[in-house]
Nanobody, 122 residues
Framework: VQLVESGGGLVQAGGSLRLSCAAS????????VGWFRQAPGKEREFVSA????????LYADSVKGRFTISRDNAKNTVFLQMNSLKPEDTAVYYCAARSFVVRRDAAAYDAWGQGTQVTVSS
């Protein structure tokens, strides 16, 4: 499966962005999709994930209550709505896919997109 992220950009603190992860070449409806991010000089970290059936989603504590993950299987796309953005949310955001169930560890994911830059100014 191939993944392409979009929707990143520059936003002021307190603003919002919606990231999209479009999938092709696989059975999207059977895939769990996760969002990860990597800031300069830091390790890649888990942000959020949604299982194949859109059921129990996962969030990192740092984004809980501000970010919402969702999916539209008819469009083979997963979304990450990011509200109340903070400068510390600045990073390259990646989506990744694996079969069925969600995991927080990046190593569990088989396919990755190229990433989209999110920059939050103070």
């Amino acid at each position: 499966v191939q993944l392409v992220e979009s929707g990143g950009g520059l936003v002021q603190a307190g603003g919002s962005l919606r990231l999209s992860c479009a999938a092709s070449g696989g059975t999207f409806s059977l895939l769990a999709v996760g969002w990860f991010r990597q800031a300069p000089g830091k390790e890649r970290e888990f942000v959020s994930a949604i299982p194949w059936n859109g059921g129990d989603t996962l969030y990192a504590d740092s984004v809980k209550g501000r970010f919402t993950i969702s999916r539209d299987n008819a469009k083979n796309t997963v979304f990450l709505q990011m509200n109340s953005l903070k400068p510390e949310d600045t990073a390259v955001y990646y989506c990744a896919a694996r079969s069925f169930v969600v995991r927080r560890d990046a190593a569990a994911y088989d396919a990755w997109g190229q990433g989209t830059q999110v920059t939050v100014s103070s």
